[in-house]
């Protein structure tokens, strides 16, 4: 598995919501982000990879990828096409207020009925205008809805996987035995259902959640980098530190003090 990069997901405007087209001469590098984001296929085939999970998909799929699991477009078709959107975190909790369970429960990968793609696939489609903020998180809100419906209706992750997500975006501090404690099962259970479900270790994707809580605060003016980690759920600046080290390639000061944050956020896969 390759190592994931930090890249926040493209929001061009003000609007809290956006929709991108795929162009294969952006295509992303394996990478992770705060932004909750769908993927919609509509043609071609091709292989996607989270973790250590690799899966194809056709026209008619839809993938999730939540909050700090890293994602990554291996290969495709000449004739591949793909709608990709995202949403700021907050704008999701607010149109997925009335929905009986949140977003980041549910399956990552599940095939559209036929009627469902062609309406998703119009919306995606529609040409809107870029400069109306609200026209544009209506239309994504109302594709958005309909696409955390559709995947509460698949088949389920692992009722356990769903539980200790749940449990992780509310408190991304808790370990696996408090995990464990909550959900009433053993830390060994967590881990072997987390691991099949997202591909990736229980203790590895806790560790994004920090970090990128911990970028938010420091962006958002945070007084000083102990404090942002320490709020984070980190135990420790060092902790944090060296976290951020291995996952970032980098020291915090220098991702947030020289232009490195902004080659991570513009690199394209060769």
Known sequence: MDAAIFQAFPLPTKARAHIWRHVPATRRPRHFHAEPELNL????TATFAMGKKIFPVVRGDLLWWPPGQDHVLVDASPDFDLFVIGVTPDF?????????EPACAGPIHIRLPTKALNEMEAICATPGGACDTSAIEHRVGDLWRQAHVLRRAADPMHVVTRRTMESLYLQPDLGRSGIANLLGTYPTEISRSFHNDMGMT???FRSRLRLLRFVQAVDGGAPNLMAAAL???FGSYSQCHRIFQRTFGCAPRVFFTTSLRDQMQNAFAP
């Not at 296929?41 to 071609?44: A, C, K, L, R």
Request: charged share 10%; glycine share 22%; hydrophobic share 35%.
């Open 231 to 233: 709020g984070a759920g």
């Open 41 to 44: 296929v509509t043609g071609g």
């Open 202 to 204: 229980l203790s590895s």
């Open 92 to 100: 999701s909790l607010r149109v997925l207020a009335d929905t009986p």
